[in-house]
Nanobody
Framework: QVQLVECGGGLVQAGGSLRLSCAAS????????MAWFRQAPGKEREFVAA???????YYTDSVKGQFTISRDSAKNTVYLQMNSLKPEDTAVYYC??????????????????WGQGTQVTVSS
């Protein structure tokens, strides 16, 4: 069993930065791929970034060069550093854990554990 708790969301002006954290409990943390998804109002939840247990990282095209995902296995924590934020980055951000195939690393159905979400609001 893995439990995930996100924090670090908030209100920021366009161009600003935020760092989200996701603390995981459970011994399975080191074996899971950790990912961030987001859901904007009226839209479907979408993949943002993932990091494998080996440290390989994956990003959706719209955040490449803007967001950075990392993990600290000693702290059982995964981070999402978000820079140059835009109003369109406004969403609830969810942390997720799973063992997806590489081909399906961005698929919601590949992740069995989810956090409660943290709101990120970017004002223009």
């Amino acid at each position: 069993q893995v439990q995930l708790v996100e924090c670090g969301g908030g209100l920021v002006q366009a161009g600003g930065s935020l760092r989200l954290s996701c603390a995981a409990s459970g011994r399975a943390f080191s074996m899971n791929t950790m990912a961030w998804f987001r859901q904007a109002p009226g839209k479907e939840r979408e993949f943002v970034a993932a990091i494998s247990w080996g440290g390989s990282t994956y990003y959706t095209d719209s955040v490449k060069g803007q967001f950075t995902i990392s993990r600290d296995s000693a702290k059982n924590t995964v981070y999402l550093q978000m820079n140059s934020l835009k109003p369109e980055d406004t969403a609830v951000y969810y942390c997720a854990a799973g063992i997806p195939s590489l081909r399906r690393i961005g698929s919601i159905t590949e992740y069995g554990y989810w956090g409660q979400g943290t709101q990120v609001t970017v004002s223009s």
